[in-house]
Each structure stands twice: as structure tokens, then as C-alpha cells.
């Protein structure tokens, strides 16, 4: 059984769009954390108190922070992985409907 | 020189064609576009022309096929489109005659008695219908009013007779016999009904109902109706009537209904029948008005085309003198001289498929006319190409700036757009539809938005392109920079207790410490800027300077083309009177401020840079003659500085009275030499130079100065003063317009950071484990806003504010008011193509 669309086919379009960008990109950004882009750092949330006490302890904060990142970023990225195959199997589904139909 | 650097060469021919061959003729012509027809009569109203019988025909048919297209449209049957594009019938013979036949013959009858079956189909599928409904409300009236009188002849119902008959001993005039009316009426009007008859009739009369179950269809408007049969028993005539008046008023249907059982079920016998057979008729008309227009929608495209086509052709034909003989037709038409040869042998094609002996003559006629201006484009410098004649169609044989707008439009674009990221969405949508650039066009998709982006797409993907280069100059994707080469500066060597100190460290390329490596970042801004604290100051101060280059450059160029037009021309005046005041003007003053942008650059290092001048206070104390006066540096950059701007101001404030007053004076003494040598009767150089130039086609456009036109001092040195004022000023608030690029940019830069930091920001920033949850979501958000407001809003004002730069409105115009005239009128070539197209937009 093809399924029945619960999306239209442009929205499972747009979401197989947003998916496949996401997923390459949230890979990507997981990666950049992961070897600890410095790029990134703006990004990381270090509190106040850590920024002006001992370096030590900031580094370790930072390290932490930095695979936290790239944890948070992999596991969005394999979200956007199962809604590619949603939007995918959803966007068939509409195709095979309008087939259908024309027959 | 290209194609598209000036429009074609057009020449006015004369055509005779033989009236037999004319129709075929002008049919090839139309296939190819390459002609415009000139109106020969056009004093002649429109319904005194010669063919404007045709005209009507074909008018009519298009009416009927219409009539047609709706009928399919509204059954819902697939219309064939083959996408195929058949030539316009060709008439036989005569023209008058023939054409008539053969159209009545092949086309019109058609049409006529299909139109005809169809109304008939429809006029009696109506009254079918409402038989059909009666019939079917009489089916029921029988069936349920049959229930009402088995219980009147029961002995239970007596009571009723008896209720009745006591009131209406009370009335006086009591009766054995009890009346009644059978009906049906609109389930909802019902209870209004009831209480009425109540009323009305005091209680007087018995009403019993029954709903009938299936909804019928109403046949005027086709709708589904609840309806319930009824039937009132009364006694008396006094009653029967005003039981009917009341019925009447609620638009109830009564129905004749037999006395004895056994009339009743005759009566339903009969009924079905008759409904069976409606049924069967009503159903094979149906089949037939179906195949009538399956077989119709299969052609309709076809002969839309075919009747347009005939429609067009004889249009053109009204636009042609008839001959004093009748046998011939004269047309005056413009024609790219590159294409002569393809239209003669048009032409000969069609004098062969009309059968005529005589081929048609094509004969060249000078005029004094200016011509059409026309481009040859290709899908590609099309849209660059109705960017510029947005602005203004250019002059005749004019530098049309198109093919330098398809390197100089996407690249301002990006200079303000520079965002890899972004430029990569861009360029990928664009790119879809170049590939698949067949598909689309076939698919005709009607949406206005996107048949502008469709006919953009090679801008677009232009656009995209450069963007993803100077994203990549500005080190900017998604408001991020990649550092693909390894930074130039490094903090290695600051002590850790100035880090542990410091909130903000200073990375001075000057110092010691080995902060800087001496080695430039290959490509681009270095990627430490993006954590820098001053990384605004510095990017604005780049981006600054870089669109005044970039603009100054733009400028020079158009300047630079307007050469090109001179010279073409013939205008040796324009090249010394304007021209070399403008590049000198232009030159001193901002190509001076370029060479000291790139001067500042490459002169000053990193301990020197104290002492590097700002560049606008320099140029604003050259215009007002001031020093520089910087404590602790040297006034001046080199050596004579002060001397050698002196001389560039002079220079520049030179060339206005240059620009202002020698052109005037200089015609004017050629006009009074002019006049004299009329007076004397001479033949002198000068009045043969005049008949030279009035043979020569180009020249005698729109420029007076060799006419024979009055010659007005006054007007001439108005028009050249406000000419010289409009250059003189517009290059410094042009040079200022083109600030824009750092603006837009700047602009462009922070939203898209503010964007990052606000939304996907706060997703990266969260703890735990539902942190990339979150992230999905904000993901999702902030792409769907990428696209939304950076691409697609910033975008459209970037590529706004870049056809302003371009072209827009006229005195205030950066690039093309150097060169660019814009006062020609379009080629507009007759085309079936071009006719069918329009014809279609039309219809949706």
C-alpha cells in the first residue's frame, strides 16, 4: 500500500527541501563543534561567572559545551534524516494519488 | 562587433505582392517574425477596411469555439494539447470567394452544427429534467397518499370524518362526502403551511404528510432538494379553493389524484413507465452531448490556433494599399537587412504553396524615418535585455548596454548580497530551473510570481553565482566565516596572564609578539575578523572603499562607451565638447580618490598606519585648497602632493565652462556660415556635405545639428547648460549613490547575523537531551526565514537597488545616463508567435 498523503504535495516538497538541507547542514555544524571551530564559540552558552574565573576551569567548560554542541546538532540532524524519509515517502504518495487520478 | 553590442540594421521595404499569393505570403512571414508592417491607411476606420469581413468570420468563430471550450470545461473532459502548431489554412484560390468556402466548409459548418446540437441537447436535457421531476413527485404522491386512503377506509379513521362533519354541522351544511388535494411541497416550508391552512381555514380541513426519503434535483439550478408529499382532506367547494390559494402560495405542486384505488395504480403503472422511458432518453442524450465534445476537445486547441492565425493574417492584409490595377498589394514593412535573404525566401515559399506565378518583390526605400530598434537575444541575454529597455529602448544603432549588464548587473547584485550561503540557495533554485527549463515551460504554469522568476532564471543563476564569490571575498556564509586556509593572526604567544586579564586582547600585526605572520589570508577577509571586536569599523571601511572603486570604475566605463556612440555617429563635436571634458572632470576629481583608496592600501603598513590620511577629508581640503593638518605626521602623503591637486582642481573647474559653452558657440558660428553661403547664392562645401548627410539614412535620426531646422541659439545653450549641470553634479551624488553597495551589504551582513543569533542560536545553546529536539525545531524555523526574508526579500531590494544603479529613471541614473540616450521604439515584428502567446494570457 502507497499510504495515504497526509501532506499536500507542495508542503512535502517544502519539508523534503528543509530536511535534506538540514540534515547536510546540522552534520556539517556537528562536525565544526566537534573539532571545536572556533567560529562556533559565540555560540556555546558559558556562563559570566566561568568567563572570569580560572582557566582551567573555563577550557573544561568550553570542551564540554563543544561536544554537547556537536551531540545536539547530530541528534537534530538524524531527526531531519527520518523526516527526509517522511517527506519522501509522502511526496511519492501524493505522486502515485495524482497518477491515479488521471487515469 | 556582437550581436547585441548595437541593434540590428533595419531597412523600410516596399512589398508588391500578387493579391493571390498575398494571403500565403503573409501566413510564411508570420511563421518567421522578422517583419513589422507599417499601416498604409490608417485614416481608414476599422470597419472600412477591405477584409474586415474576415476579420468578422473569424471573430464569430472564435466566439463559438469559445462557446465550446466552456461546454468541455464544464464536463470536465481532458483537453488534448498537443503542443503542436499547425500553419493557418490555405485558401484555395480567389481570395474573396475561396476563403470563404473553405472555411464555411471545414470550420464554420462544423462549429454551426455542433453549437447547435449542443443548445438543443441542453434545451431539451432541461425540460427532460423537469418532466423527469414531476413524474418522479407523482410516483411518490401515488405511493404515499395510498397509505392515507387505506386508513381513511378503515373504521379508525371515521373519527376524523366524524370531528370534520360535527364542525361543520355547526357551519350548516353537512355532507357525506369528504374532498381532498394531493401535493408535494419543500420539507422547509412545511410548518408555515400547516399553521396557514389551520388558520386560514379555522381547523376546518384534515392535513396528513409523509417525507419523501431520496432528495430530488431541482432542474433550474440543479440542486438537491427535501421534499414531503401531502394531502388535505376538506369538505365543501368554499374550502377547495382556498386550500388551492394557499397551496398556490407556497409554491406547493398538486397533482391530480384518482378517487378509486385500482385509478391509482393504473395511474402509477403509467407514471413508471413513462419515467423509464425519460430515463433512457435523458441518459443517450447525455452520451451523445458527451462524445460530441470528447470528439471536440481533441481538436479545439488546433483550430483555436488555425482560427487565430487566419484572424492575424488578415489583420496584416488590412495594414496593405491595394494597387490601382486590384491584382497587387503594396505593404511597407521594416526589416533587419541580416535577414533579407530568409524573408525572400519566405516569401518565394509561399507565392509556390498559393500557386501564383508571379514572385513577390521586395524592394529597399530610403527614408528619413528613424527605424525600429531591434535585439537579437537568445534565452540567455533576454532578460538582461528587458532589464535595459525597462529604462528606455535604446536609439537606433545606439551601444546597447545589455551585454555589459549580464557581467556588471549580477556582480553589483552581489556586492551587496555577498553571502555564500545564500548565493548557494540562489544559485541552486536557479539552477533547477535552467535543467529542467523544457519541462517548466511546457507545463505553462500561469502563476505570475513564478513566471517572473522563470524568466529570470539565467540572472538569477548569474546573480547566485557571483554571490557565492563574494561571499567568499567577505567570508560570509549564513553570518559565519570558514577558515579554510588557517588564520594569519594567532594568540600563542600572549602570555596567559594578559588572557586571564583582559576582556578584550588587542592581535597588533605591528607588535613583537608575533601575533601577525607576515602572510596574508589567501583569499578573502581573514576569518579572525568574525570574533573581532572592531570587525564592523574595519568590514565598513573595506566595503566603503570598495564601492567607490567599484562605482568610479562603473562610470568611467559609461563614459567610456558614450565614445563609441560619437564616433558612430559621426559627431566629432560631442568627442571635444563633451567627452574629453567629461573623462578629464570625472578623472581629476574621483579617479584621483581611487588612486588614493588603492595608494592608502598598499602604502601604509602596520606601523605606519597612524599616519595614513583619511581619504575623504583629503579630498574635501583638495576641493577647498586646505592642508591636511595631522599632529605628529607629514602633511602630505608624497612629495608635491598640494601641487598636484591644485592642478586636478583646476582642471576639473576647467572643464565646466569647457563642457558649457564651447558646443553652443561653435554651432552657432557653423550655422551663420550656414546662412550666409544661402544668401550668397553659393553652393558652398558645407550645403553639399548637406545632401550628403540627408541620403545617408543613420544620420538623419534625431539630431538637428545638420537638419534644416531652424537653428535657436537660446534653446541649444539652455539644453547644453542643463545637460553640463545634470554631469557635473551627478558624478558626485552618483559617486555617493553607489555608497549604497557598502550599505546594502552592511544591512544584508547583520540581519542575517541577528538572524543567526536570535533563532538558530538559542537551539545550539541548549542542555540536555532535549536539546536537538529543539534544534530540529529552530532549525526548521530559522531555514524557512533564511529563505523567506534574507533570500527572497533582501534579495529583491539588493536586485532593486542594482537596476537603479543600472537603469531606472532618467536624470538620476549611475551607469547608462554616460552613454544611454533611450529614445528608440521597439521592433515589434509580426509573429504568430507572439499573437498566439498573448491570445492564450488572455484566455486565463
Given at each position: 500500500m502507497p499510504g495515504c498523503p497526509v501532506l499536500g504535495p507542495k508542503l512535502s516538497l517544502c519539508c523534503l527541501l528543509v530536511s535534506v538541507w538540514g540534515t547536510l547542514q546540522l552534520c556539517l555544524m556537528g562536525v565544526f563543534f566537534y573539532v571545536h571551530s572556533v567560529g562556533l564559540l559565540e555560540d556555546l552558552p558559558v556562563a559570566e561567572e566561568i568567563k572570569r574565573g580560572m582557566l582551567k576551569e573555563y577550557l573544561e567548560e568550553v570542551d564540554y559545551l563543544y561536544s554537547k554542541g556537536a551531540q545536539n546538532c547530530w541528534i537534530a540532524a538524524?531527526?531531519?534524516?527520518?523526516?527526509?524519509?517522511?517527506?519522501?515517502?509522502?511526496?511519492?504518495?501524493?505522486?502515485?494519488?495524482?497518477?491515479?487520478?488521471?487515469? | 562587433m556582437g550581436a547585441l553590442f548595437r541593434s540590428e540594421e533595419m531597412s523600410l521595404c516596399q512589398l508588391f505582392l500578387q493579391s493571390e499569393a498575398a494571403y500565403a505570403c503573409v501566413s510564411e512571414l508570420g511563421e518567421l517574425g522578422l517583419v513589422q508592417f507599417r499601416d498604409l491607411n490608417p485614416d481608414v476606420n476599422a470597419f472600412q477596411r477591405k477584409f474586415v469581413n474576415e476579420v468578422r468570420r473569424c471573430d464569430e468563430m472564435e466566439r463559438k469555439l469559445r462557446f465550446l471550450e466552456k461546454e468541455i470545461k464544464k464536463d470536465d473532459i481532458p483537453v488534448l494539447d498537443t503542443g503542436e502548431n499547425p500553419e493557418a489554412p490555405q485558401p484555395r484560390e480567389m481570395i474573396d470567394m475561396e476563403m470563404q468556402i473553405f472555411i464555411d466548409c471545414t470550420f464554420q459548418a462544423t462549429f454551426e452544427k455542433l453549437e447547435n446540437e449542443l443548445k438543443e441537447v441542453n434545451n431539451n436535457a432541461e425540460a427532460l429534467k423537469k418532466n423527469y421531476l414531476e413524474l418522479t413527485e407523482l410516483k411518490h404522491i401515488l405511493r404515499k397518499t395510498q397509505v392515507f386512503f387505506d386508513e381513511r377506509d378503515t373504521e379508525e379513521s371515521s373519527?376524523?370524518?366524524?370531528?370534520?362533519?360535527?364542525?361543520?354541522?355547526?357551519?350548516?351544511?353537512?355532507?357525506?362526502?369528504?374532498?381532498?388535494?394531493?401535493?408535494?411541497?419543500?420539507?422547509?416550508?412545511?410548518?408555515?403551511?400547516?399553521?396557514?391552512?389551520w388558520r386560514a381555514c379555522r381547523g376546518n380541513v384534515y392535513l396528513k404528510t409523509a417525507e419523501i426519503d431520496s432528495p430530488l434535483e431541482e432542474p433550474s439550478n440543479g440542486d438537491q432538494v427535501y421534499k414531503t408529499v401531502f394531502i388535505i382532506f376538506f369538505q365543501g367547494e368554499q374550502l377547495k379553493t382556498r386550500v388551492k390559494k394557499i397551496c398556490e402560495g407556497f409554491r406547493a405542486t398538486l397533482y391530480p389524484c384518482p378517487d378509486t384505488p385500482s385509478d391509482r395504480r393504473e395511474m402509477a403503472m403509467g407514471v413508471m413507465t413513462r419515467i423509464e422511458d425519460l430515463n433512457t432518453v435523458l441518459r443517450q442524450t447525455q452520451d451523445h452531448r458527451h462524445r460530441v465534445l470528447v470528439a471536440a476537445a481533441k481538436n479545439i486547441r488546433n483550430w483555436f490556433i488555425k482560427v487565430r492565425k487566419i484572424k492575424a493574417i488578415y489583420h496584416t492584409?488590412?495594414?496593405?494599399?491595394?494597387?490601382?490595377?486590384?491584382?497587387?498589394l503594396i505593404a511597407e514593412c521594416w526589416v533587419p537587412v541580416a535577414d533579407m535573404e530568409t524573408i525572400q525566401l519566405a516569401l518565394r515559399r509561399g507565392t509556390e504553396r498559393s500557386g501564383s506565378t508571379v514572385s513577390p518583390i521586395l524592394n529597399m526605400m530610403t527614408t528619413k524615418e528613424a527605424p525600429p530598434t531591434y535585439n537579437r537575444t537568445n534565452k540567455f541575454t533576454q532578460g538582461f535585455q528587458n532589464l535595459i529597455d525597462a529604462y528606455g529602448v535604446s536609439t537606433y544603432r545606439e551601444v546597447n548596454p545589455a551585454p555589459y549588464a549580464v557581467i556588471t548587473f549580477p556582480f553589483l547584485f552581489a556586492v551587496m548580497f555577498g553571502d555564500i550561503g545564500h548565493g548557494l540557495i540562489m544559485f541552486l533554485a536557479a539552477l533547477y530551473m535552467v535543467w529542467k527549463e523544457k519541462p517548466l515551460q511546457a507545463q505553462k504554469i500561469q502563476n505570475e510570481i513564478f513566471t517572473m522568476f522563470f524568466g529570470g532564471r539565467y540572472i538569477i543563476l548569474l546573480m547566485g553565482f557571483?554571490?557565492?564569490?563574494?561571499?567568499?571575498?567577505?567570508?560570509?556564509?549564513?553570518?559565519?566565516?570558514?577558515?579554510?586556509?588557517?588564520?594569519?593572526?594567532?594568540?600563542?604567544?600572549?602570555?596567559?596572564?594578559?588572557?586571564?586579564?583582559?576582556?578584550?586582547?588587542?592581535?597588533?600585526?605591528?607588535?613583537?609578539?608575533?601575533?601577525?605572520?607576515?602572510?596574508?589570508?589567501?583569499?578573502?577577509?581573514?576569518?579572525?575578523?568574525q570574533l573581532s571586536a572592531n570587525k564592523i569599523s574595519f568590514l565598513n571601511s573595506y566595503k566603503m572603499k570598495n564601492s567607490i572603486v567599484l562605482g568610479v570604475a562603473q562610470m568611467l566605463f559609461g563614459v567610456m562607451l558614450s565614445l563609441w556612440n560619437h564616433t558612430y555617429f559621426k559627431r566629432p563635436l560631442n568627442i571635444y565638447c563633451e567627452f574629453i571634458p567629461q573623462i578629464l572632470f570625472l578623472l581629476s576629481l574621483f579617479g584621483y580618490l581611487v588612486i588614493?583608496?588603492?595608494?592608502?592600501?598598499?602604502?601604509?603598513?602596520?606601523?605606519?598606519?597612524?599616519?595614513?590620511?583619511?581619504?575623504?577629508?583629503?579630498?574635501i581640503n583638495m576641493v577647498l585648497m586646505k592642508d591636511n593638518e595631522v599632529p605628529g605626521c607629514p602633511s602630505t602623503v608624497y612629495a608635491g602632493q598640494q601641487q598636484f591637486q591644485q592642478f586636478l582642481v583646476l582642471i576639473a573647474f576647467l572643464c565646466v565652462p569647457w563642457m558649457l559653452l564651447v558646443k553652443p558657440f561653435v554651432l552657432f558660428r557653423q550655422n551663420s556660415a550656414r546662412?550666409?553661403?544661402?544668401?550668397?547664392?553659393?553652393?558652398?562645401?558645407?550645403?553639399?556635405?548637406?545632401?550628403?548627410?540627408?541620403?545617408?539614412?543613420?544620420?538623419?535620426?534625431?539630431?538637428?545639428?545638420?537638419?534644416?531646422?531652424?537653428?535657436?541659439?537660446?534653446?541649444?545653450?539652455?539644453?547644453?547648460?542643463?545637460h553640463t549641470i545634470e554631469y557635473a553634479l551627478g558624478s558626485i551624488s552618483h559617486t555617493a549613490s553607489y555608497l549604497r553597495l557598502w550599505a546594502l551589504s552592511l544591512a544584508h551582513a547583520q540581519l542575517s547575523e541577528v538572524l543567526w543569533g536570535m533563532v538558530l542560536s538559542l537551539g545550539l545553546q541548549m542542555e540536555g537531551w532535549w536539546g536537538g529536539i529543539i534544534l530540529y525545531v529552530l532549525f526548521a524555523f530559522w531555514a524557512v526565514l533564511t529563505v523567506g526574508v534574507l533570500v527572497l526579500m533582501e534579495g529583491l531590494s539588493a536586485f532593486l537597488h542594482t537596476l537603479r544603479l543600472h537603469c531606472l529613471v532618467l536624470p538620476m541614473v549611475e551607469f547608462q545616463s554616460k552613454f544611454y540616450d533611450g529614445n528608440g521604439y521597439a521592433f515589434m515584428p509580426f509573429s504568430f508567435e507572439v499573437i498566439l502567446e498573448a491570445a492564450r494570457a488572455a484566455d486565463e
Open positions: 538524524c531527526l531531519y534524516v527520518f523526516s527526509m524519509v517522511f517527506s519522501i515517502w509522502q511526496f511519492l504518495a501524493n505522486r502515485r494519488l495524482a497518477e491515479r487520478i488521471e487515469q | 373519527e376524523i370524518r366524524k370531528s370534520l362533519i360535527t364542525t361543520d354541522a355547526v357551519g350548516g351544511a353537512p355532507t357525506g362526502q369528504l374532498g381532498f388535494v394531493a401535493g408535494v411541497i419543500n420539507r422547509e416550508r412545511l410548518p408555515a403551511f400547516e399553521r396557514m391552512l492584409l488590412n495594414l496593405f494599399n491595394l494597387d490601382v490595377t486590384q491584382k497587387c557571483f554571490s557565492i564569490y563574494t561571499g567568499l571575498m567577505y567570508n560570509d556564509i549564513f553570518s559565519k566565516s570558514l577558515n579554510i586556509f588557517g588564520s594569519s593572526f594567532t594568540a600563542e604567544h600572549i602570555p596567559l596572564n594578559d588572557i586571564k586579564s583582559h576582556e578584550v586582547l588587542q592581535l597588533n600585526p605591528n607588535s613583537t609578539a608575533q601575533q601577525y605572520t607576515n602572510k596574508p589570508y589567501p583569499i578573502g577577509i581573514d576569518p579572525v575578523w588614493l583608496v588603492f595608494f592608502k592600501w598598499v602604502w601604509y603598513s602596520a606601523d605606519t598606519a597612524g599616519c595614513a590620511p583619511s581619504i575623504l577629508i583629503t579630498l546662412v550666409r553661403a544661402r544668401a550668397n547664392g553659393v553652393n558652398s562645401t558645407l550645403a553639399a556635405e548637406e545632401g550628403v548627410v540627408a541620403t545617408d539614412p543613420h544620420s538623419s535620426g534625431g539630431h538637428g545639428e545638420h537638419g534644416d531646422e531652424e537653428f535657436e541659439f537660446g534653446e541649444v545653450f539652455v539644453h547644453q547648460a542643463i
